[in-house]
């Protein structure tokens, strides 16, 4: 029987519950304590099969690991997707120069600003956007290393394949659950974990990443998005399936 999204995400919680990489510091993982966000983010807008997988790579430190969605700006989340939940517990250790602070977090994500603002440009609402598109990252964890962000693929040989294989494991059955038509890695790597993990199942092209880390994505990263996704901006492109 094919999992629903919710029973994917909860199992790939509780399987990297205890992943603990020697190249960390510190690991958060907000679907433990941001649970209750990201099960209304899943109810509300994961369900519904056909539409275009927008994949990115892991949480960022103002982003997802302070509100359990992807690319979660706390902004963006509350005042256009519509969800703000308080915290869990117990929390993680945190590093004092990311401390989790949920919905009352005042930095902002800039790649969630940029991804939610351009939807939000395009579709005007929340609805409109998640008829069409989903959002989901392929690891779930924030890594930190000498007060730094540490991106999975750093990890060392031995906890990146344990971590690969669970987070396989989890795409795979994601995509099982949501049939999606075309998939968009959110960044090089997030693609080619895509296309050597899924062999063929969906059809993956490139999206530029939104951070500001990026000189090409500053320069106008919205147009870059219209680009890549013009095809399936327009609903026709998308399967009617529920």
Same mark, same amino acid.
């Given at each position: 029987?094919?999992?629903?999204?919710?029973?994917?995400?909860?199992?790939?919680?509780?399987?990297?519950?205890?992943?603990?990489?020697?190249?960390?510091?510190?690991?958060?993982? /907000? +679907?433990?304590?941001?649970?209750?966000?990201?099960?209304?983010?899943? *109810? &509300?807008? @994961?369900?519904?099969?056909?539409? #275009? $997988?927008?994949?990115?790579?892991?949480?960022?430190?103002?982003?997802?690991?302070?509100?359990?969605?992807?690319?979660?700006?706390?902004?963006?989340?509350?005042?256009?997707?519509?969800?703000?939940?308080?915290?869990?517990?117990?929390?993680?250790?945190?590093?004092?120069?990311?401390?989790?602070?949920?919905?009352?977090?005042?930095?902002?994500?800039?790649?969630?600003?940029?991804?939610?603002?351009?939807?939000?440009?395009?579709?005007?609402?929340?609805?409109?956007?998640?008829?069409?598109?989903?959002?989901?990252?392929?690891? /779930? +964890?924030?890594?930190?290393?000498?007060?730094?962000?540490?991106?999975? *693929? &750093?990890? @060392?040989?031995?906890?990146?394949? #344990? $971590?690969?294989?669970?987070?396989?494991?989890?795409?795979?059955?994601?995509?099982?659950?949501?049939?999606?038509?075309?998939?968009?890695?959110?960044?090089?790597?997030?693609?080619?974990?895509?296309?050597?993990?899924?062999?063929?199942?969906?059809?993956?092209?490139?999206?530029?990443?939104?951070?500001?880390?990026?000189?090409?994505?500053?320069?106008?990263?919205?147009?870059?998005?219209?680009?890549?996704?013009?095809?399936?901006?327009?609903?026709?492109?998308?399967?009617?399936?529920?």
């Amino acid at each position: 029987m094919r999992e629903n999204l919710i029973e994917v995400t909860r199992r790939l919680a509780r399987e990297l519950r205890s992943f603990s990489p020697a190249a960390a510091s510190h690991v958060y993982n /907000p +679907l433990e304590y941001a649970w209750d966000a990201q099960r209304q983010y899943l *109810e &509300r807008y @994961g369900v519904k099969r056909g539409r #275009v $997988l927008l994949l990115g790579m892991n949480p960022g430190p103002w982003g997802m690991a302070q509100t359990g969605v992807p690319f979660g700006d706390a902004v963006m989340v509350r005042d256009w997707i519509g969800i703000e939940t308080p915290l869990g517990s117990p929390l993680p250790e945190q590093h004092r120069k990311y401390p989790i602070l949920g919905f009352d977090c005042h930095r902002h994500e800039g790649s969630g600003r940029r991804l939610w603002g351009w939807a939000r440009e395009r579709f005007g609402t929340a609805e409109n956007f998640f008829s069409r598109f989903f959002v989901g990252n392929y690891c /779930p +964890l924030l890594f930190v290393a000498e007060g730094r962000n540490l991106t999975p *693929e &750093r990890l @060392g040989h031995t906890d990146t394949k #344990v $971590l690969t294989e669970i987070c396989n494991r989890a795409l795979i059955a994601t995509v099982a659950a949501l049939e999606p038509v075309r998939l968009f890695g959110i960044g090089r790597y997030a693609e080619r974990r895509a296309r050597e993990v899924l062999d063929g199942r969906v059809p993956i092209d490139y999206l530029p990443h939104p951070s500001p880390a990026s000189p090409a994505a500053n320069r106008g990263w919205s147009a870059l998005a219209d680009a890549a996704l013009g095809p399936w901006l327009d609903h026709s492109a998308c399967g009617p399936q529920s």
